[in-house]
């Protein structure tokens, strides 16, 4: 298993330009969710989906785009990037919860984005 | 909404010594999971140890343990004989136990340092 990655790892952008960071799972998880991270403020929820096809807005939405097509992939999309989106993103999955258990969400290993 | 506090942004111990890492979170659900995650210079997010809120028994896994205080809505962590691959950010996460609300709410971190 290659569990939760994420590409590219780095990347730099020039204000305006788009592009999408890739997020895929190989534990079949229905639950899939997008964060940033930045300096002083923890970890904040961009989207997240609950399975193909669903797709809902976290704590910080504006400015991404998310789409679920398929169990594996969600892919997060700055469709004109902002030098305020600068931050470190950790793409996360996860079982859904049961009644009686909360599954682990496993994290990516991060890609820091710079936008000048 | 829920919230989760960290009050203290850095912490130092002496290698071999015992530290502990405060958190307090505001909510109105009586049903949730807590978390503490681990986040090395590697930037990968590792999970150290879960509390489930139902159950009054403070968690353990090895030299991590919790001091889970429903009604003080507090819920620390004590790290043991210290070692200096402990030195990372540390954060408190707050998880509903309602379906379909699988969502991490994060603290802003503790920077732990181990001095030798």
């Known amino acids: 298993n290659a569990g939760v990655t994420q590409t590219p790892k780095f990347q730099v952008l020039k204000t305006g330009q788009s592009m999408t960071l890739q997020c895929a799972q190989d534990?079949?998880?229905?639950?899939m969710s997008w964060y940033r991270q930045d300096p002083g403020m923890g970890l904040r929820l961009i989207h997240y989906?609950?399975?193909?096809?669903?797709?809902d807005q976290g704590e910080v939405p504006n400015g991404y785009n998310v789409s679920r097509s398929t169990t594996e992939d969600f892919p997060l999309r700055l469709l004109s990037a902002a030098p305020s989106q600068t931050s470190v993103y950790f793409c996360?999955?996860?079982?859904?919860?049961?009644?009686?258990?909360?599954?682990?969400?496993?994290f990516g290993p991060g890609t820091r984005l710079t936008v000048t | 909404a829920q919230t989760v506090t960290q009050s203290q942004p850095e912490m130092s111990v002496q290698e071999a010594e015992t530290v502990t890492l405060s958190c307090t979170y505001d909510?109105?659900?009586?049903?949730?999971?807590l978390f503490w995650y681990k986040q090395p210079p590697s930037r990968q997010m590792i999970l150290v140890i879960r509390?489930?809120?139902?159950?009054?028994q403070n968690a353990t896994e090895n030299r991590f343990s919790v001091n889970f205080q429903k009604a003080a809505k507090s819920f620390s962590l004590k790290i043991s004989d210290s070692q200096l691959g402990d030195a990372a950010m540390y954060f408190c996460?707050?998880?509903?136990?309602?379906?379909?609300?699988?969502?991490?709410?994060f603290g802003t971190g503790t920077r732990l340092t181990i001095i030798p």
């Open positions: 996360a999955s996860s079982y859904l919860q049961t009644v009686t258990a909360s599954h682990e969400q496993y």
């Open positions: 534990m079949n998880h229905e639950y």
């Open positions: 989906s609950v399975g193909a096809g669903i797709t």
């Open positions: 909510t109105s659900e009586s049903d949730y999971y």
């Open positions: 509390q489930e809120a139902y159950k009054q």
């Open positions: 996460a707050y998880r509903s136990a309602n379906f379909g609300n699988e969502k991490l709410t």
